[in-house]
């Protein structure tokens, strides 16, 4: 069974830059899915809300590069 995308996901901004993300899997030689550039963009938040909730954990105000 697949699992649901909460309404928190489906508000996400995106975060990357599209043509960016294409640019990178082009060089590889490969194309990319249509589906590519928000299922990169949902990982950077997923990355993004675990670094500050470390953050948080820590009992500190900035989210540094060792919590991701």
Avoid: F
């Avoid at 899915?33 to 993004?48: C, E, Q, R």
Wanted: no cysteine; net charge positive.
């Amino acid at each position: 069974m697949a699992k649901k995308k909460s309404s928190k996901k489906k508000n996400r901004e995106v975060l990357v830059v599209g043509s960016k993300v294409k640019d990178v899997v082009r060089t590889a030689g490969l194309r990319s899915d249509g589906n590519l550039i928000a299922a990169v963009s949902d990982a950077v938040h997923d990355a993004l809300e675990k670094a500050i909730a470390r953050a948080k954990d820590n009992k500190r105000g900035t989210v540094r590069p060792h919590d991701l």
